[in-house]
């Protein structure tokens, strides 16, 4: 299981098992009350998959009106082309950020070069720029 992190999201999102990935931080997010209890908590590029939902005290978006709803969520892994002299389930590595501009590579603001990730599973080969890389699972660390 992935780190779990306490976050608001809509009520109608607010279901055990809800995928989701944040994609931005909304400028409006910045100023609001609940920024560090709600977007402030997630990381844009990243999925995040509820796993427990608590109970509503009412709070509101500032931004949609709609009542957002206490949850636990887990952040899943990422899927990301590594070299393949690192390719190995189980190891802590340094990503690099070696595959760039192919539609495998991750979002800068996924996953930075210089962070650790640690290597899940080995999905298979991949091209990038005509390098050959290994697809895997990965949790940034």
Known sequence: MGRTIITLISKEQAEVGHRF????????????????????RLRPGRLYRVVEVRSSLGQRCKITGGEMAPVVVEELPLQVPIPKKK??????????????????????????PGEKIRVEKLLGKVLCRGQEFVLAEVTPL
């Open 21 to 40: 990935k944040v994609l931005a931080v909304p400028d409006d997010c910045l100023s609001c009350r609940l920024y560090s209890v709600c977007m402030g």
């Open 87 to 112: 390719a190995l389930e189980g190891v802590v590595i340094t990503y690099e950020g070696e595959c760039k501009g192919c539609e495998k590579c991750p979002e800068d603001s996924a996953l930075s």
